[in-house]
């Protein structure tokens, strides 16, 4: 039986080639560079554990819990400590806390009064577009719900802290499809906020987690599980199609090749997929194009655990657009993951660029560098400069679901119905978080599985 090609070894081709191979559907994996993981990967430098993509996850389905079962690295798991459950937010300047009970909304300095009375208006107000399926931007989605304030310093900064992006542009139910549920279930977004904490404050609720040695575990224990059927240092160049089989133009350490294959899956940004369906349908890879991406520096600081007055016992920090900051948000990994940090020291890893300040990526090191860290010393309250700097750069970080995003899916899914058996894959579409990646996979796994046994 021709194999079904997978291009691209991020944890999505990764997740659905393991799959597919439990479903005993040959499987081929493409994937450009020299290692698997794609945006996961690990780096360790002078005892920090600094991560060049995701940090952490939140596994609401078990699903990744599963498959580290399956690989068995279920004990290099590693679960947050309680100090994950803090999530501060800055405004004019200083971090607050982003209230997560009715008395802690009340008392909270993150809004004045008016703000609060306006905010609370939301437990009266009728579903809007969003609960019926429309698109909206997330911008408005708070305007709407919780007024202007309320909502640029309570849901604004989670765009800016989880996509990079723009909330003006980016579209509530394609980008927070739960939110989006919320107000079609419950129709008052506090309401249902209130409830979603409560859960999460259970025993069982799932908790923040990674692997010990970073996430890259994780896709390494994958791409060895997957041996010879994983080719690395192999880019997809070109896909044609002769009515049944796609012949894979391939360029493998410097030589062209061609594979047949029964069905290929394109796990890989909508940028690359764009250039490789050109040739088979020229308003399909249109379609892809109009999905953009935008650049996000990682500055990873370590201080000496005397330049922290105080300690800060939270995930992070959410940076709302109308901050006059450079930095989108940070992270403090070493306050609730054990080994991201020598003792007696602290790692911080803050995150710029984005939609909003693309310039930073093309700043030099030093520069960017003095800038996280002044902006961090700020909100923090950091006595001294860094001891240790790590930079990393993605040019094309994250995908944006701007408004428009649901359309070009349904031309997306067209698209794989006019050519049987190609398939559209990765965080371009439906959801970035890795343990939404591996769930997906799942159940493309068995949409993939499905045709190749049918045909
Ligand atoms: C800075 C940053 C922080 C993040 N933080 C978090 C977080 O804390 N938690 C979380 O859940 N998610 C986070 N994410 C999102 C998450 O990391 C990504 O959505 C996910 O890793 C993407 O996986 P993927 O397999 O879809 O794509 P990718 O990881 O981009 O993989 C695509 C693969 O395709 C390969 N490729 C490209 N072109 C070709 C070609 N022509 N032929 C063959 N191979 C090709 C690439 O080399 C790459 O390996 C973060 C992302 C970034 C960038």
Not at 109 to 135: F, H, I, N, T, Y
Not at 146 to 164: D, F, I, N, T
Not at 245 to 264: C, M, N, P, Y
Request: with cysteine; net charge neutral.
């Amino acid at each position: 039986m021709k194999p079904v090609v997978v291009a691209g070894a991020g944890i999505s081709g990764l997740a659905l080639a393991f799959e597919l191979r439990r479903l005993a559907v040959p499987v081929v994996v493409l994937e450009g560079e020299g290692r698997a993981g794609g945006k996961i990967e690990s780096d360790h430098r002078d005892g920090y554990l600094c991560e060049r993509g995701p940090a952490s996850f939140l596994d609401r389905s078990g699903d990744l819990a599963a498959l580290a079962r399956a690989l068995g690295i279920e004990d290099r798991w590693l679960t947050a400590g309680d100090a994950a459950e803090r999530r501060l937010v800055a405004a004019a300047g200083r971090l607050h806390d982003a209230p997560a009970t009715a008395p802690a909304f009340a008392a909270s300095a993150l809004l004045p009064w008016l703000a609060k009375l306006r905010a609370g208006l939301d437990l009266v107000l009728p579903r809007g577009p969003s609960a019926a399926g429309m698109e909206e931007s997330v911008a408005a989605f708070g305007r709407r719900r919780l007024g202007s304030l309320a909502g640029e310093r309570l849901l604004e900064p989670l765009v800016s802290g989880l996509y990079a992006g723009e909330p003006e542009e980016v579209s509530l139910p394609s980008a927070f499809p739960l939110v989006a549920a919320m107000e079609r279930e419950r129709r008052s977004f506090l309401l249902a906020m209130r409830a979603e904490f409560a859960k999460a404050r259970r025993k069982t609720a799932p908790r923040l987690a990674s692997f010990r040695d970073g996430l890259d575990e994780l896709t390494s224990a994958l791409a060895t599980h997957l041996g010879d059927d994983l080719h690395l240092d192999s880019r997809v160049r070109r896909i044609e199609m002769d009515g049944v089989d796609f012949h894979v133009v391939v360029e493998e350490r410097g030589q062209r090749g061609t594979l047949a294959a029964r069905a290929i899956v394109l796990a890989l940004p909508a940028h690359v997929a764009t250039s490789l369906v050109g040739s088979l349908d020229e308003n399909l890879a249109g379609t892809l194009a109009r999905i953009p991406y935008v650049p996000v520096a990682l500055v990873h600081l370590g201080y000496p655990a005397s330049a922290l007055a105080r300690p800060r016992d939270a995930y992070g920090f959410f940076v709302p657009p109308s901050e006059p900051l450079h930095v989108l948000g940070g992270i403090f990994p070493s306050q609730f993951f054990a080994g991201r940090a020598p003792v007696g020291f602290h790692l911080f890893s803050v995150r710029t660029g984005g939609a909003r300040h693309s310039e930073a990526l093309a700043m030099p090191d030093d520069e960017l560098a003095a800038l996280a860290d002044r902006e961090l010393r700020g909100l923090v309250g950091l006595a001294a400069g860094p001891s240790f700097v790590h930079i990393v750069r993605h040019e094309q970080a994250l995908p944006q679901y701007t408004l428009g995003h649901m359309g070009r899916l349904a031309e997306i899914e067209a698209g794989e119905r006019r050519h049987a058996g190609l398939f559209f894959h990765g965080n371009a579409y439906h959801n970035a978080g890795v343990p939404e990646l591996v769930s997906r996979s799942w159940k493309l796994a068995e949409r993939v599985a499905g045709f190749v046994k049918m045909s």
